[in-house]
Each structure stands twice: as C-alpha cells, then as structure tokens.
C-alpha cells in the first residue's frame, strides 16, 4: 500500500524556520516528481513548489510567494522528501501537504495526510 | 484573486447533472492538461480527474471532465448525497511555472 507520512509542523514565531518531512512506502519514490502543496484554513490549495525526479534532473521549482525562502529536497535513500521553510510570516500558517505529481503515468495520485504550520507571535 | 476561477457554490438534487466550471488563460488551461480534485472536510484532495477527460481507477464514471480552449468543466451525473463536497480544478501555468488551483466549487447536495 502507497503511504505519505508528513511531520515536523508546529507552532513557530514569524521569522523562524521549521523543515518539513514526507515519508514515502509502498512504492519507489526516487521515480516520482514530488509536490508540496500546502492549504490555510477555509481556502483553497496552494502549490508550494516540486522536484523532479533524479533521471529526469532533480531539479526545483517555487511558487512565487515562497521562492527564496523555502527549499525542497529529497533523500532517495530515505525515500523522504523535505520542505525546508525559513523566514516564515503568519501568512505561511496552513497545513502542509506532499504529493506524487508524476508517478508512472499517475498525476496527484497519492498525498499524505498532511502537517499543520502555524507562525504566530 | 485566483489565475484560475471557479463559481463558489453549485447544487443539485439527487440524480440530477450537475456541472462546474472553470476558466482560465492561455498560459494555462489553454495550454495544458486540466486536473479536477474533490475534498471531503478535514481530508486531503483526492484526484478526480486527471489530463482534461481521464478517471483514476476507483472514481465513478458519473464523474467526467472536458476542456475547451482556456475553460473546463466537470460533470457530475446522478448526483449522490456523497458527492458533495469542495472540487477545485488546477492546471499548469507555463507563465509563472507553477501549479495554479481554482478558488473551489462547494457542491451541495439538496
């Protein structure tokens, strides 16, 4: 059975840093293009940004309200995808999903249960 | 306010059809594949409809997605009680590299 296990969300003050994990099982995440999507409470979801598969360059991309300040990377060896945040603002404050964008020819197919930010003062 | 708009509300009885639309650019819905999510209270979204018109394994066939220049739409025949719920559809936006989701339908089931 396909399983994401998000962690590592919490309360943290505006300004501060949290790193978000995703573990994945059941399948061969290093084959996956990656996505964290990340929704604030009443509205609508929000991608956060992805990264590519190895064989296809590893490479990653942002949302504009988050390039410069969040980091995505993946462990393959773990099979763990990471969201690193830094300099959170109140406005990051949501729960924080992972997601299988591209998987062998399935789009969004999989998505953990997700991990509640809050930045507050 | 979203690149990608959706009607904020829908209903419908039992049985009946019901559609949501969702209206984008040419940078996005008019140049990629459209993607139709659900999400039940506290749950994350769960794919409906992927690459304009495909199902997941799983997902009822009353459920189908179309697309049309920069506007898709998803249709919902013989509305069930469990079908209500928010569905938001997204889109690639080569413009700003980015996954772009509508703002959300919340259906309601009379």
């Known amino acids: 059975e396909v399983q994401l296990v998000e962690s590592g969300g919490g309360l943290v003050e505006p300004g501060g840093s949290l790193r978000l994990s995703c573990v994945a099982s059941?399948?061969?995440?290093?084959?996956?293009?990656m996505s964290w999507v990340r929704q604030a409470p009443g509205t609508g979801p929000e991608w956060v940004g992805r990264i590519k598969s190895k064989t296809d360059g590893g490479t990653t991309e942002y949302a504009a309200p988050v390039k410069g300040r969040f980091t995505i990377s993946r462990d393959d060896s773990k099979n763990t995808l990471y969201l690193q945040m830094n300099s959170l603002k109140t406005e990051d404050t949501a729960t924080y999903y992972c997601?299988?964008?591209?998987?062998?020819?399935?789009?969004?197919?999989?998505w953990g249960q997700g991990t509640l930010v809050t930045v507050s003062s | 306010q979203s690149v990608v708009t959706q009607p904020p509300s829908a209903s419908g009885t039992p049985g009946q059809r019901v559609t949501i639309s969702c209206s984008g650019s040419s940078s996005n819905i008019g140049s990629n594949y459209v993607y139709w999510f659900q999400q039940l209270p506290g749950t994350a979204p769960k794919v409906f409809i992927y690459r304009n018109n495909q199902r997941p394994s799983g997902v009822p066939d009353r459920f189908s997605g179309s697309k049309s220049g920069t506007s898709a739409s998803l249709a919902i025949t013989g509305l069930r009680s469990e079908d209500e719920a928010d569905y938001y559809c997204a889109a690639w936006d080569d413009s700003l590299s980015g996954w772009m989701f509508g703002g959300g339908t919340k259906l309601t089931v009379l």
């Open positions: 059941g399948f061969t995440s290093s084959n996956a293009w």
């Open positions: 997601t299988t964008e591209q998987w062998v020819q399935l789009w969004f197919r999989y």
